[in-house]
């Protein structure tokens, strides 16, 4: 499963002659790992301090290795100063447990457990600011940054997470939902909250700010995820479903970016299949990141605004995954196209035999 991501992420992968330094896999005892999952470092060798920490996640088939070569993370850490972990899935498959009650739930056990227990130990023996810990994910790594942003939202400050689903939309016996990958499990904005809440039952502390970004022409886990996911986060941060601020074209060409206040993003991509290519500096923009570099005091503050575009794309994105120009308003919207929606200004009339229908009051597809 996810075959052709991994052929893509080794086709893109970067040379790591140039990093001063070298991934290391953790060897030491960090804590309680029910399943076993395998943890490797990259640590340069300026780090900025205190030390911001990154989770970083493979997708289904991947491994951590694959992630660390495919992505541009471990060069941004270069220059930021951060340090990254990248977890190591334990399954045959390379897939996450996002299904279990165990991992959903804070200090339940299985995988999540075990990448909260390296997150306390990079915290008390590494020298990482325990308010700069973020976490992202591509695809299956993608579902598990949104469980730990509902299971541990007292270790994380912020998640980016690419082509995944609501946290808790695969619960059940079974570690693929057909259901939730299908785009068919369709919840209100206070079930989607409850389930999130339900996983650290009493936390009261503020919740950690997500970014997600999905495809229209994703036939994994369909693009009706991403606008469950925009109910959840919304209802658990108590803020409208209508977005304070709506841009197209950002970061590229065909995408936009919605902002529902300062704590929830979508970033929908048009005529993208999954999974979505990581823009790295534009996860690092959200984390607050942007400025940061190796050495003492510094912050890096600076959130990307909603009308903000990075000044480059990391040149490790896969240039494979099909991205569709914004057709002309007097044209026909192609087959996944947005034809619709509150503030649509392109084509409302879809080429043959499609026709629009309405997701949501703000996009309408070509279906």
């Not at 390379?94 to 997150?119: K, Y």
């Not at 109910?231 to 658990?236: E, F, R």
């Not at 200004?345 to 070509?366: E, L």
Request: glycine fraction near 10%.
């Amino acid at each position: 499963m996810f075959a052709l991501k991994s052929l893509l992420l080794a086709a893109a992968a970067t040379s790591v002659s140039a990093l001063t330094s070298t991934l290391q896999q953790v060897t030491v005892n960090f804590g309680p790992n029910p399943s076993n999952v395998g943890m490797y470092l990259y640590k340069p060798t300026a780090v900025a301090t205190p030390t911001p920490l990154i989770i970083a996640m493979h997708y289904c088939t991947g491994t951590a290795q694959a992630y660390f070569q495919g992505t541009s993370l471990a060069q941004l850490a270069d220059q930021h100063g951060f340090i990254v972990v990248y977890p190591n899935a334990p399954t045959a498959g390379g897939c996450w447990d996002v299904a279990s009650n165990a991992t959903l739930t804070h200090n339940g056990g299985s995988d999540s457990l075990g990448i909260a227990s390296i997150v306390r130990y990079a915290i008390a023996n590494w020298g990482v600011d325990s308010t700069r810990v973020f976490a992202t994910g591509t695809s299956s790594g993608a579902m598990m940054t949104n469980v730990l942003m509902g299971a541990y939202p007292d270790l994380f400050a912020a998640g980016s997470l690419y082509s995944g689903v609501p946290d808790g939309c695969f619960a059940g016996p079974s570690a693929w939902n057909s259901q939730c990958s299908t785009g068919e499990l369709i919840l209100t904005p206070q079930q989607w909250g409850d389930r999130v809440r339900s996983y650290y039952p009493g936390f009261t502390g503020t919740r950690p700010k997500i970014q997600f970004w999905h495809g229209t022409a994703d036939t994994t886990l369909y693009p009706q995820n991403f606008w469950e996911e925009i109910k959840q986060w919304t209802n658990v941060f108590g803020v409208s479903q209508t977005p304070s601020s709506n841009t197209t074209n950002d970061p590229q060409a065909g995408y936009s970016r919605a902002s529902f206040g300062p704590n929830v993003q979508g970033i929908l991509a048009q005529g993208v299949g999954h999974t979505v290519p990581e823009h790295e500096t534009d996860t690092l923009a959200w984390f607050g990141l942007s400025n940061l570099v190796p050495g003492p005091g510094s912050t890096g503050s600076g959130t990307l605004s909603p009308t903000t575009t990075p000044t480059s794309i990391p040149t490790t994105t896969p240039s494979t995954s099909p991205v569709t120009t914004p057709t002309p308003p007097a044209a026909t919207a192609p087959h996944w196209g947005q034809c619709g929606g509150i503030g649509w200004t392109g084509p409302t009339v879809c080429a043959a035999p499609y026709t629009c229908k309405v997701s949501n009051p703000y996009y309408s597809q070509c279906l």
